[in-house]
C-alpha cells in the first residue's frame, strides 16, 4: 500500500481511502483495542473506539507527518489512547499496570503535550534499545510480559528485570531534566 | 508529584513508536517487510495447517490447536500447575455445515475458561458465521439436557483464525463452580429468540449444533483464611477468603449499604503470600490506602494481576443482614501448593489448604 498516495487521497476526503486503510487495519487495530478494552468492557465498546480511531485520522489528517511514523502507527497511537480515554471514563476497577507510577516534577504536568513528547523522547533515548521496547510494548501497547517475552524471544523474567530497570531510568531520567530545567 | 507510567506514554513521541511497531517484531502478522518471530512462524504454519486439514474435513483439523492461548496464564517452570488445570482432551460435534470443538479449558473450581473452536464447512455457512445470522452461545448445564436458566458466562471473545481458514474460536470466561457446560450453535433466531426453552432437546430439535464441554481441574485445592477485624468493600466484616489456583474470592455479611455507603465501596483487603522458597508475593492490594511494609517488600508485587472484579455482588438477602462476595481473577496462575503463609493487611493468619 502507497502511504503517500493514501494520505493524499484521505487528505482530500476521498472515502475509498478510508475504506482501504480500514480493509487493511482494522483488524489490527480492534486487536490493540481489544487488549485494553476487553476484560472490562464489551465488543460494542471495542468497535465504538476502532471506528473513533479511523474517523480521527480522517478529521486529523493534516497533521500526520509520514517521515514521523507510518499510518499503522498513528492509527495505533490514536486507538491506544482513545480506547485508554474510554477505559478511565467507564470502568470502576483500576488494573495494576495503570498504578505504576513514577515521580516527576509538577513543570512536567504543565508542560504542553509537544514539549511532554520530545522529554519522554528524550529520556527513552537514554534506554537500552530492549528496555525502550519493553517498557513501550508494555505501557504503551498494553502488552503482558509473557507475550512480550515470545515476541522479543527472552524469559519472562528477564522482561520482567528489564522493565522494572527500565522504569527506575527513565523516572531518573525524568528527574534530571527537571533539575536541568 | 507521582505520575502513572501509562500517563507518560500517552504523548510519547511518534517516531519511537515507529521504530518499535515498523523495524521490529510486530503483533502484525499481515507485516510483509520483516522476518516474523518464531511465535508467528508456528502461527503461519498452524493456520497453514488448519487451511489445509477444514478442507479435509473436521477429522483431519484435529491435530490444530489456537497457539499457546492458555500458556499465558503460567510462568515457563509452571508445567505441574498447567497440566492440572488445562484440560486437552479434544471433542466435537459435526453437521453438514460447522464443525464445532473444544479446543481447551483451563479451570480451578471457581473459574472456568473454555476456548471453542468453530469451522465451517463450506461458503454459504462461513458467510452465515461471519454475518452473525449463525450464532454461538456457551451455557453452563445443571444436568445432560437441562441447561441452567440463568447463565453466569461472561461475554465470549471471538478469534478469527487468518484469512481462508474458515475458523473462528471462542475463548469464554466465566466465574462458576459449575462442571458442565453446553455449546450452541445456531441461527440467531432460535439462539436468542423469545420463545427458545433453555433445553439440549429444544436447540437440537431447532437444528442447532450441541457441544457438551466438561470443565473440572484434575483436583480440587483452595487455601482458606478466616481474618479477624477485617473490613472489605468499605465497611463490611470479611469472614473467609479463598485463594484458589486462578482467584480470591472474599466473604462477608453486613447490613445493606446506605447510599453514601454504596457510591464508596471499593476497599480490598492487601493479601500477602509467602511460598515455601521464601519468596513473598503480594496478591491484592488496595490502592487507596498506603501498603504495610510486607506488602511494600514483596519480592513479587506485579507476578499476579488482577483480571477483573466483581463489586460487591449480594448473594442471598435475609432479614437486614446480606451476604457479600468479591472476586477477583488471576491473569496468571497460582501454584498454591508452594504457600506457606499469608498476610492480611500485615498480620499473619493461620491458613488451611484443601
Redesign the interface.
Known sequence: MDEGSILARIRKKEEAALEQLLEEYENYITGIVSKILLPYMCREDVQEVVSDTFYKLWIHSENIDLQKGSLKTYLTAIARNTARNKFRSYSKDVPLREQDVVEVDELFERMVQKERSAAIGQALQNLQQEEKEILIRYYFLYQDTNEIAKLMDMRVNTVKSKLRRGRKKLEKHLQERRSEL | ??????D???????????E???Q??S??P?SNNRQP???YRRWYTAAALAIVCSLAGCAGYAVFTYP?VF??YF??NEEKLSKELIQTEPTQAKNGDYCMKMEGVLSDEEVKRILISVTAQNDDSWLCLVTGETTFHLISAKTDSSLAASVSIE?C??K?AKKGSYTKYYLCETKSSLTDFVAVLGHRDKIWGENSIETTEYYEQNGCLILPVKASPQSEKTITIIPKDTLFLQNIPLEKIEIKRLSITLSGTAAPLNAAQEKNK?QKPEIVAQTTEGKTICLLYD?TTPLTPKAAQADEF?RI?????N?STPISASGESIKYQASYLF??ALDIDQIQKIWINGTEYPMELN
Open positions: 508529584m507521582k505520575m502513572s507510567m501509562t507518560i506514554f500517552t504523548d510519547i513521541p511518534i517516531e519511537s513508536l515507529d518499535i511497531l515498523t521490529k517484531v503483533q502484525d499481515s518471530s518464531h511465535i499457546e500458556q499465558r510462568e515457563e461475554d471473545t471471538e478469527e471499593k490502592n506485579h494481576n488482577l483480571l477483573e472484579s463489586h491473569v496468571h
